[in-house]
Structures are given as structure tokens and as C-alpha cells.
């Protein structure tokens, strides 16, 4: 049972143009969290997702971040208009409840904006 | 109240010694404290948790410690060795809520 995959591993962007971030969850794993760790910084909360929903957003920044878990496929972390700060290691964890408890993180996806 | 502060930022200990990292939270709705384990270049992964109805959670070389009426938690590897090199994050959450904060970590390195 593979664990939680993310691609890609590493993504240069430059200035302006669009990331996306994409994670699958382990099997039978039907609830996926998105976290921000900056450099040097804890992880922070983005987004919670379960199948074709969003269920809590309030980590997510209001402008040009977007998130979705569509009913076949992996859930895709998108950011338009890449800056700089927006540099940073992304990750997904999956779980099979609706619990922080049931947790399984993926190796992540290092951003770094040019 | 959503914060968890996490002592110290960095820590090297020699090999066969006792390594502590403390954190402290404010929110008392919090009832779920992991430690995470991350290598460079790795996801966190789980290390050991606890609940607030025990001050005391052991697993191997792994302890947790829980003062509830301070709200600290704290890690302690025994007898620890060059493999435990990595950074440590504490984190909580509450009963139904889906997301976890963590602390800012600490960057362990044990000296052989």
C-alpha cells in the first residue's frame, strides 16, 4: 500500500505563472489536508478536503490559491500568479477520518518561485 | 489561543543522552498532542502521541509528558543516538476539528 504520493517533488516557477500541486491520497483514504511549511516555520493549516468538497478553507489565502478533490483523481493545489513568497514546501496528508488523529503525510512538493 | 510555542529552536545533545523539547499551548479546547518527526527532504511523520487524560505516554527511547494545569507538553528521547538527528514538531488539535498546529520545531543534532 504505496503511502501518500505527491508530484511533483520539486517545481520552479517563475513570477506570474501557475504551480500545480497534485496528491494522492493512500487507499481508502478519503479525507486530504493541504499544509504551507516557509523556511525555518511549523506547517500551517491551508485546506481540508473530502471528495468533490471543501470542507474547511480558512487556512487558504483569498487570492489566487484554489484547492480541489474531484471525484476521480488526485486533489490539486493551484496557485495562480506565482511571487516569491509563495516559496515554500507544500504538503498533503491523508486520512481515513474525519480526525487529525488518522494522519499520514506525503513527502511534499518544494516550491521555489524565481 | 491557536498558537503552540515550541522550545528550544535548535538543540545538540551527545550520544547516549537525553534530549527534551518543550512546548506550551493556550487553548484548554485542545485534546490531541502528537510529535512529528521530519528528515530533510521527508513529510513529518507521526512519532507518539497523547491525550490530556494521561501526564504520561512512554514508547521505547520515546516519552511524553503532559502537565495539563500548566498546558505544556514535552518530548524526551532516551538514550539518544545519530539516527534521532531531524527536526521535531509538537502539534495539537481538538475534537472535531480536521487541522493540527504545530509548533515552529526544533532542529536536534546528536553528536556521536
New interface residues.
Given amino acids: 500500500n504505496a503511502g501518500?504520493m505527491?508530484n511533483p517533488r520539486h517545481l520552479v516557477r517563475r513570477r506570474g505563472q501557475e504551480a500545480r500541486l497534485r496528491c494522492s491520497p493512500m487507499k481508502g483514504h478519503s479525507?486530504v489536508?493541504w499544509?504551507r511549511q516557509l523556511p525555518?516555520?511549523?506547517?500551517?493549516?491551508m485546506v481540508?478536503l473530502q471528495k468533490e468538497n471543501i470542507?474547511?478553507e480558512?487556512?487558504m489565502p483569498k487570492e489566487r490559491f484554489s484547492a480541489e478533490f474531484p471525484k476521480e483523481g488526485p486533489s490539486i493545489l493551484r496557485i495562480q500568479q506565482v511571487v516569491r513568497g509563495d516559496s515554500a514546501a507544500y504538503?498533503c496528508?491523508s486520512s481515513p477520518y474525519?480526525?487529525?488523529?488518522g494522519?499520514?503525510?506525503?513527502?511534499?512538493t518544494r516550491l521555489t518561485v524565481v | 489561543q491557536q498558537q503552540v510555542k515550541q522550545s528550544p529552536q535548535s538543540l545538540i545533545v551527545q550520544k547516549g543522552g537525553i534530549s527534551i523539547i518543550n512546548c506550551a499551548y493556550e487553548n484548554t479546547a485542545f485534546d490531541y498532542f502528537p510529535w512529528y518527526q521530519q528528515f530533510p527532504g521527508k513529510g513529518p511523520a507521526l512519532l507518539i502521541a497523547i491525550r490530556p487524560d494521561v501526564s504520561e505516554k512512554k514508547e521505547g527511547r520515546f516519552t511524553i509528558s503532559f502537565n495539563k494545569s500548566a498546558k505544556q507538553f514535552s518530548l524526551h528521547i532516551m538514550d539518544s543516538q545519530p539516527g534521532d538527528s531531524a527536526t521535531y514538531f509538537c502539534a495539537a488539535s481538538n475534537s472535531g476539528a480536521q487541522k493540527l498546529v504545530f509548533g515552529q520545531g526544533t532542529r536536534l543534532t546528536i553528536n556521536p
Avoid: P
Fill in positions: 501518500v505527491q479525507h489536508y499544509y525555518e516555520e511549523g506547517l500551517k493549516f481540508y470542507i474547511d480558512s487556512g504538503f496528508a474525519a480526525q487529525t488523529y494522519y499520514t503525510f506525503g513527502s511534499g
